[in-house]
């Protein structure tokens, strides 16, 4: 939650620019300049307690599965699981987070996308509360769960990408001997993290964007589902529109990666030293 404080805007651009179906936005500070000027600076942060609340349920999960997954695999001395043990619990852990996340998920897709649609057809939610009050009421409750599998694939993506490729890492500079187990060393591995999930999730995200976005037109929804979305996207708008929105949602997912770790692993020291009482503790559990 208090690194989504820092990336809310540009997951705002990221959303902006994964919805447009044509050349309306061209680049990343294309949509920046075009929000600031129709909704003002505070555009930027449409949709925050959406972003919250889906870190508060979602990253959550998926971390806390992870690490006591982590703990539960690692040897009788502390040595690691494997890396393909890593993707693993990755993938499980993303699986089950992305399932609980998935209510504020939709909110805020919808929140972030909503400031490009004509006023006449905005949902205009006041907050996520708001958003799932109305989309319970007005669609039904199943609604909050629409690109859930979508949603469990690209979690499944994005988690044994960015947890595996974090411990990996981390192990991997750590073994060259120029590294200590410090916030220096949490920034750099979080980086690669940060880039190597970029490059493995974004078509599955553009996926998930699209159908929590999407709007039932006469009885039928605009995709049939998640391959029906990366068949049309091929087909209508090439091959590297997969990959629409690169910039903004690496610039979004590597600080967002960087600081949710630094972040994590000083409360892992904090608990284990103050809690634990353990006081030669590290961050550990990753």
Not at 49 to 77: C, D, H, M, N, V
Not at 195 to 223: C, F, H, W
Not at 244 to 250: A, D, H, S
Request: glycine share 10%.
């Amino acid at each position: 939650m208090g690194a989504t404080c820092f990336v809310q805007p540009l997951d705002l651009v990221k959303n902006r620019m994964q919805v447009a179906k044509s050349k309306e936005h061209k680049t990343s500070f294309h949509v920046i300049k075009h929000v600031i000027k129709t909704e003002g600076i505070s555009g930027m942060y449409t949709g925050l307690s959406a972003g919250l609340l889906r870190q508060a349920t979602y990253t959550t999960t998926r971390l806390g599965i992870y690490t006591w997954l982590f703990e539960k695999a690692s040897g009788p001395s502390g040595e690691p699981p494997n890396f393909f043990l890593k993707a693993g619990m990755g993938m499980a852990a993303g699986v089950v987070g992305s399932f609980v996340g998935t209510p504020a998920e939709v909110s805020l897709i919808r929140m972030t996308s909503d400031g490009r649609l004509p006023p006449a057809e905005r949902r205009n939610y006041k907050n996520v509360f708001d958003a799932l009050f109305r989309i319970t009421r007005e669609e039904g409750v199943l609604t909050l769960w629409r690109g859930a599998i979508p949603t469990m694939g690209r979690a499944m993506v994005v988690n044994a990408a960015q947890l595996a490729s974090y411990s990996q890492a981390k192990q991997g500079l750590l073994s060259t001997g120029f590294f200590k187990d410090n916030i220096f060393l949490h920034f750099c591995a979080s980086m690669i993290s940060g880039l190597v999930t970029t490059a493995a999730s974004m078509p599955v995200d553009i996926a998930k964007t699209r159908i929590q976005n999407m709007k039932i037109i006469d009885g039928k929804p605009e995709y049939k589902g998640a391959l029906d979305v990366l068949g049309k996207v091929i087909k209508n708008e090439g091959f590297f529109s997969l990959w629409k929105g690169f910039t903004p949602y690496y610039m979004r997912l590597g600080p967002h990666t960087v600081l949710t770790f630094i972040f994590l692993e000083q409360m892992n020291s904090f608990y284990k030293k103050h809690v634990l009482g353990l006081k030669d503790a590290k961050g550990g559990g990753l």
